[in-house]
């Protein structure tokens, strides 16, 4: 099955291909976007073990294609791994009319992003997502960004890819660990825009049936982000909205050295944030419950009832959504549907109690 979405914002234009078995037609659709011959590809240790063969295999004919690799996990989203990425770009003597891919998980794929958006100020970059959290969310919408000791995702742009290519195929491959990191990321989009994604997703009681279903899920959380980013780009108004449970799912990323995964780190803040809503008033009676049980329903564990409230509200506070002594938290009225609530820094207390 075939499937594709085109987002069109101001002069980003570009398709998103999702096909199992992708991966044997890649140099005929990165043809389609790219005339030269000279690709740097992004990737990390543990993807380039798994793939970089059949990678090579259908680039290598076509295409002149360098290697860049980083170490895997979160930590190699920094300033001094990026330093090391615009090296080896100026070694391999990548050019503007060049074209770098990303090819791994939401850190490979942010950093990359990055490095191509400044690198000579600016090489057309293509995403090829290989994780679930990758493939569902952080591949599509421009976002861009390093981590800083201050915080997550402080220093970055808005950077949209020529295409982007996935292949749920590379999916069967990941640890259940990586699975659930994804699992958070796409239970945030049913909460926010669709109750009958989150009813479906409450149905689904197998890792094969998950798989059985895995291209049609896809599909559906691009095409919920396609529309927000296409009406709030730079993600000053309803994109917003993609950040349910990421104020307090960034903290508690800092705060645990990121030994959580993001989808994990997610789904405990939106547990916490609606626990919170709730308990005000802003929130049905019984959300938080079901919340809780798609949870579950996908074995992700938030038991993070022992962190230090003052250290999570310091990271939150040092967030880049923290405006004027403002932070914008995004809350559910009930599942499918949300709504973005400004509250003084002073106040945010209320709505981060474990």
Same mark, same amino acid.
């Given at each position: 099955m075939k499937l594709d979405i085109n987002i069109e914002k101001n002069a980003a234009k570009y398709e998103v291909i999702i096909k199992n078995g992708l991966i044997q037609n890649l140099s005929e659709e990165i043809k389609n976007v790219y005339s030269g011959k000279k690709i740097a590809v992004l990737?990390?240790?543990?993807?380039f073990e798994l793939y970089c063969s059949k990678l090579e295999s259908s680039l290598n004919e076509q295409f002149d294609?360098?290697?860049i690799i980083i170490k895997t996990g979160e930590n190699s989203k920094t300033l001094s791994v990026l330093e090391f990425v615009y090296a080896k770009l100026s070694e391999y003597n990548i050019q503007r009319s060049d074209l770098i891919i990303a090819f791994g998980g939401g850190v490979v794929g942010d950093l990359t !992003?990055?490095? *191509?958006?400044?690198?000579? =100020?600016?090489?057309?970059?293509?995403? +090829?997502?290989?994780?679930l959290i990758a493939q569902t969310d952080s591949c599509? !919408?421009?976002?861009?960004?390093?981590?800083?000791?201050?915080?997550?995702?402080?220093?970055?742009?808005?950077?949209?890819p020529k295409a +982007?290519?996935?292949?749920?195929? @590379?999916l069967l491959t990941l640890s259940d660990k990586y699975i659930k990191d994804g699992m958070g990321e796409i239970i945030k989009y049913a909460c926010i825009k669709d109750l009958s994604l989150f009813q479906f997703l409450m149905n689904i009681?197998?890792?094969?049936?998950? @798989?059985? #279903?895995?291209?049609? /899920?896809?599909?559906?959380?691009?095409?919920?982000?396609k529309q927000l980013i296409e009406f709030d780009e730079k993600d000053k108004g309803i =994109?917003?909205?993609?950040? @349910?449970?990421?104020?307090? !799912?960034?903290? /508690?990323?800092?705060?645990?050295? @990121?030994? /959580?995964?993001?989808?994990? *780190?997610?789904? *405990?803040?939106?547990?916490?944030?609606?626990? #919170?809503?709730? =308990?005000? !008033?802003y929130t049905e009676i019984g959300t938080y419950e079901k919340l809780k049980a798609i949870s579950d #329903?996908?074995?992700?564990?938030?038991?993070?009832? #022992?962190?230090?409230?003052?250290?999570?509200?310091?990271?939150?506070?040092s967030d880049k959504k923290n405006l004027n002594n403002n932070i914008n938290l995004i809350l559910l009225k009930k599942i499918g549907e949300s709504f973005i609530h400004n509250v003084p820094v002073n106040a945010v207390d209320e709505f981060i109690t474990p």
């Amino acid at each position: 099955m075939k499937l594709d979405i085109n987002i069109e914002k101001n002069a980003a234009k570009y398709e998103v291909i999702i096909k199992n078995g992708l991966i044997q037609n890649l140099s005929e659709e990165i043809k389609n976007v790219y005339s030269g011959k000279k690709i740097a590809v992004l990737t990390d240790e543990n993807i380039f073990e798994l793939y970089c063969s059949k990678l090579e295999s259908s680039l290598n004919e076509q295409f002149d294609v360098s290697f860049i690799i980083i170490k895997t996990g979160e930590n190699s989203k920094t300033l001094s791994v990026l330093e090391f990425v615009y090296a080896k770009l100026s070694e391999y003597n990548i050019q503007r009319s060049d074209l770098i891919i990303a090819f791994g998980g939401g850190v490979v794929g942010d950093l990359t !992003g990055f490095a *191509a958006s400044t690198y000579l =100020r600016g090489i057309d970059y293509i995403q +090829v997502p290989t994780s679930l959290i990758a493939q569902t969310d952080s591949c599509i !919408g421009g976002k861009t960004a390093v981590n800083l000791a201050e915080g997550k995702n402080l220093a970055g742009s808005f950077y949209h890819p020529k295409a +982007v290519l996935i292949d749920t195929d @590379f999916l069967l491959t990941l640890s259940d660990k990586y699975i659930k990191d994804g699992m958070g990321e796409i239970i945030k989009y049913a909460c926010i825009k669709d109750l009958s994604l989150f009813q479906f997703l409450m149905n689904i009681k197998s890792k094969h049936e998950l @798989f059985e #279903n895995i291209e049609k /899920i896809v599909h559906t959380c691009l095409s919920i982000k396609k529309q927000l980013i296409e009406f709030d780009e730079k993600d000053k108004g309803i =994109r917003m909205l993609l950040n @349910f449970g990421h104020t307090i !799912g960034h903290a /508690i990323e800092k705060y645990y050295s @990121f030994q /959580i995964t993001h989808g994990e *780190a997610v789904a *405990a803040g939106m547990l916490i944030i609606t626990k #919170n809503s709730e =308990r005000i !008033g802003y929130t049905e009676i019984g959300t938080y419950e079901k919340l809780k049980a798609i949870s579950d #329903n996908f074995n992700i564990q938030c038991n993070l009832d #022992n962190y230090n409230k003052k250290e999570i509200k310091k990271y939150i506070l040092s967030d880049k959504k923290n405006l004027n002594n403002n932070i914008n938290l995004i809350l559910l009225k009930k599942i499918g549907e949300s709504f973005i609530h400004n509250v003084p820094v002073n106040a945010v207390d209320e709505f981060i109690t474990p």
